[in-house]
């Protein structure tokens, strides 16, 4: 069975920080990994995906995610936080040998940036 | 035009209304997806539709009933919700349901207040 783990409901950092939002994986294979981030009241946004290839991923706004084949982990990074990137943020997995593209979200993680 | 577009943004309805939320996307996308999300929570699918036919249904009670009158829309209509039917409805796109590797497009989602 797929699923996604954010081990942690909030993430607090302030401004001008690193910041790090987890996230491990339970898939049959290799699996497609994203992750996506909510505002209040809005949609899910893209920022990045791991298909294959270069461990490092880069995304929007300047995050990056590092995936980690013997830890089953998909870490989302950045290297200094703003204010603007306090949100909700979810990663999500696809098995590979799935036809019907279904995506198996994690309970997601709340990052607040304080100024 | 990379957009999903979702109307009405907000809707409020009795127990006894009958309405529906709609779903536009013009990106040439042949899989489109239900999802309902409940505050601070990770959206849960609801239907799947590929080439406009209905591949996945949830379990998801007939007072949901899905619709997909062309590639580029995608209808959900309500009928004798309940109070707990109250969330955010987002709907999804994504080129087909076998490109799994690419990642889902969502709307801004509908608020919808069932009273």
């Known amino acids: 069975a797929q699923s996604v783990a954010q081990p942690e409901d909030q993430v607090n950092v302030a401004e001008g920080n690193p910041l790090t939002v987890k996230c491990t994986y339970s898939?049959?294979?290799?699996?497609?990994l994203f992750w996506y981030v909510q505002y209040p009241n809005r949609g899910l946004q893209f920022l990045l995906k791991y298909i294959t290839g270069d461990n490092l991923v880069k995304g929007s706004y300047g995050f990056e995610a590092e995936f980690n084949k013997s830890q089953t982990s998909f870490h989302l990074k950045k290297p200094s936080a703003l204010v603007s990137d306090s949100a909700l943020y979810f990663c999500a997995v696809r098995d590979r040998g799935s036809t019907l593209g279904r995506l198996y979200f994690g309970r997601g993680t709340q990052l607040t940036v304080w100024p | 035009d990379t957009e999903v577009t979702q109307t009405p943004k907000h809707l409020v309805m009795g127990m006894t209304n009958k309405k529906s939320l709609k779903c536009e996307q013009h990106?040439?996308?042949?899989?489109m997806y239900w999802y309902k999300q409940k505050a601070k929570k990770p959206p849960e699918l609801m239907f799947v539709?590929?080439?406009?036919?209905?591949?996945i249904n949830e379990s998801v009670p007939s007072r949901f009933s899905p619709e997909c009158p062309n590639s580029s829309l995608l209808n959900l209509h309500l009928h004798a919700l309940q109070p707990e039917d109250s969330a955010l409805y987002l709907c999804?796109?994504?080129?087909?349901?076998?490109?799994?590797?690419?990642?889902?497009?969502f709307g801004q989602g509908t608020r919808l207040t069932v009273v």
């Open positions: 539709y590929s080439y406009e036919k209905l591949s």
């Open positions: 898939v049959s294979g290799n699996p497609y």
């Open positions: 990106m040439g996308h042949r899989a």
């Open positions: 999804a796109s994504s080129p087909r349901v076998g490109e799994i590797g690419t990642e889902a497009f």
